[in-house]
């Protein structure tokens, strides 16, 4: 039998959408007010979803301490009242649109975890956007 743990964790960050080969008309036509120069943020709320079985020894899916640690690592220290633009190593030269961002995380922590026991990121950016990726 197959279970899903789910940890949540919040950060925020600030980012412009925009393309820089574009000019800011055209990024304006296809990112709206959010291609503003001075840019926009968001206190974003993350979902990480580890699946697998329960460990007969342990009781545990996974050990969400360890969980923790991995995001905060990995996700959240890098994240965390940051640019995304300007001060995100993994975010350079990638439109840091909510869907990116949410791809990026899922890739970063299927890695750390392994196992392909990840199984789904969820990226709130507002009350009502949120993004999900999934295996």
């Not at 640019?83 to 909510?98: A, H, R």
Request: with cysteine; net charge negative; glycine share 6%.
């Amino acid at each position: 039998m197959k279970t899903t743990v789910v940890r949540r964790m919040r950060f925020s960050a600030g980012h412009r959408l925009h393309k820089p080969e574009l000019s800011d008309r055209e990024n304006f036509e296809l990112y709206g007010p959010c291609s503003n120069a001075a840019g926009h943020g968001h206190n974003y709320e993350l979902e990480i979803h580890i699946t697998g079985e329960v460990d007969k020894e342990t009781g545990y899916v996974v050990d969400l301490k360890k969980l923790k640690e991995i995001i905060e690592l990995n996700i959240i220290s890098k994240l965390d009242h940051k640019n995304l633009n300007e001060d995100v190593e993994f975010m350079k030269g990638i439109v840091p649109t909510t869907e990116n961002l949410a791809q990026k995380i899922f890739s970063i922590l299927d890695a750390e975890i392994g196992g392909n026991k990840l199984t789904r990121v969820v990226l709130r950016e507002t009350e009502n956007n949120r993004v999900e990726v999934s295996r």
